[in-house]
């Protein structure tokens, strides 16, 4: 209604109204800036306010992804700005050492929320801690990469190229992959978006070596609410009557009909509904998201952002309240997608560009640092746990950071190969690089039947001579079936079946003897009721 009244006073009001419309809507459309933003003078961007949405082009990795059988969903929640590390998993293992560096800033022991006998979440993440106790949340400790660049622009600039620090790659990791496959994505764009991104204008994810970005690019949360609802881009109505105002309204009509997207989302948006309250700035970003997975989008790819956490002042109260705008989306989010058993196909994962020092400066607050962890959500990690090394506040690299120790195209690799089910020599040459897999339960053949009552069995292999050495820790006596599966899911051998005591166990897999294709192959162990699996190569 009011909208409809703001539309009548610039038709019918004064000549003063008139003008002051045209003069803000100049201000903010100003032709040659429509024209930049919505790609029509090169490129595929469009910016609207200060929050942007990217569809990412039909690609074999969105191909890849859309046809998957178990149709996953991988939603990216970047922590901007760095997040501080070790008030998010706090490393009670060693809390003297880190109550030393932080006098002022410390979290108080007893006030952390125990995950481990080592490590406890920060106060103010409780809502995770339901995640945490159904298995169905991981952290990665002591992630990053070799000479850490502690500027904002160009770390965030290596997570999103993937390149190592000393390269200056301005292509997003993505988009090489996009412009070998699909060279006319500009001709030729997909009516369904395989990736949404929410916030973070600038990032250089989707760039291709031309410095094209192969995506969609619209701003404004509110904005993106009213495109869900009635499938616009631009309302083509809402322009000043005069001779800028039917040009740019032509300019607007050419946007919607170009980048139809809208419709699509509009669609899945109106098929669902959010079925929890969402109550944190955040927690708005993952109810659209929520409400397009339960909607049927048939996007494959979220990214949602979060800034604010470059805290080097004022840390104890800001960061806080950073933590729990986390803890109560995601939480809400998982809890949303539960309603319509939709969870179990869904994993989100943080990262951030860097941590922050282990030592508090005199502001209250912590600057620039190295490795920090990762956390990941979901039915899909079989399990809770923590991986990665143990940050060590007492070996720290030439500046006084901590060092780190899994490298974060090491968790990419493992999320696109073992989550998204993407070929291995697909991850490589998207990633330039061959990275270690990590062990975070994902496995692209099973179904997570994770029972709370059992934690993780440490599942590990190791390779000597043609033989695969399969080892795990059981908890408890129990049931145990050992198997080995082809990419493909078929069966190949079975290593074991039968009743197991406590303690550690061993198989050995010959993979020469097995008279196999060398290859990647899958070990399954199912113990008790939970199943935990890993890649394997083998046959060679």
Known sequence: MNHKKSKNKIRFGSALEHGKA???????????????????????????GKMPVTALAESPLGKALLNNEGDRILVLIRLKGGNDGLNTIVPVFDYGTYQFYRPQLRIPQNDVIMLDDKFGMHPQMNSLNNLWQDGKMKVVNSVGYDDQNLSHFRSTDIWSSGSDADENDTSGWMGRFLETQFPDFVT?????????????????????????????????????????????????LDVPECYYGEQLTYLRTVANSVFNYAETVAEAYNNATNSVEYTTSLGNQLALVARLIKGGLGTQLY???IDGFDTHANQIDDHANLLYDVSEAVNSFFQDLETTDDAKRVLGMTFSEFGRRIEENASQGTDHGAAAPMMLFGEGLNGNGILGADPDMENLDPVGNLQHDVDFRSVYATVLENWLCLDPNVVNDVLGEDFERQDLGLDCNTVSTYDPGV??????????????????????????????????????????????????????????QARIAAGIYVVSVQAGRQIFSQKMKAGF
């Open 455 to 512: 934690q993780n069995i440490g599942l590990k292999l190791a390779y000597d001579h043609g033989q695969v050495i399969i080892s795990y820790d059981l908890p408890e006596a129990m049931p145990v079936t050992v198997r080995i599966f082809d990419v493909l899911g078929r069966p190949v051998e079975k290593l074991f079946e039968g009743h197991q005591t406590f303690g550690t166990h061993q198989h050995v897999f010959q993979s020469r």
């Open 188 to 236: 030729d764009p997909p009516t369904t978006p395989p990736a949404v991104q929410i916030g973070g204008a600038g990032n250089i994810i989707f760039n291709n070596s031309d410095l094209t970005n192969m995506g969609l690019i619209v701003s404004n949360p509110d904005q993106l609410y009213e495109i869900a609802q009635t499938g616009q881009l631009y309302d083509p």
């Open 22 to 48: 045209h003069s803000r809507d100049h201000s903010r459309w100003s032709r040659r800036s429509f024209l930049r933003n919505v790609g029509i003078a090169g490129g595929m961007s469009m910016m609207l």
């Open 303 to 305: 990214m949602v952002n």
